[in-house]
């Protein structure tokens, strides 16, 4: 099985606009200080999740999938002659 790694926010400085790695203090291009937020990644895996399976409904015209039913239960065996 083959998994893709989460999708991961740059922190963008409010000064020059370069963006930075995640962890980062301060900006590797002009040295300003960073906003120090905390980002909720499994919230913005999941909002890009259902954004991303609207629009492919959309695109398709499809309604999204929903859960399959309860399984039910088979009848009772037959005779191999008997009338069905």
Do not use: H, S
């Not at 991303?52 to 499809?62: D, E, I, L, V």
């Not at 999204?64 to 039913?69: H, I, L, R, S, Y």
Request: hydrophobic share 35%; glycine share 8%.
């Amino acid at each position: 099985m083959c998994f893709r790694p989460a999708e991961i926010q740059m922190k963008k400085c409010p000064k020059c606009g370069t963006n930075n790695t995640p962890v980062a203090k301060v900006c590797k291009e002009c040295g300003e200080e960073l906003p120090d937020e905390k980002v909720d990644f499994a919230a913005q895996q999941a909002q890009f999740m259902a954004e991303a399976n609207a629009a492919g409904a959309a695109a398709t015209g499809a309604p999204a999938p929903t859960a399959p039913g309860a399984p039910t239960v088979p009848g009772a065996p037959q005779a191999p002659n008997a009338p069905k």
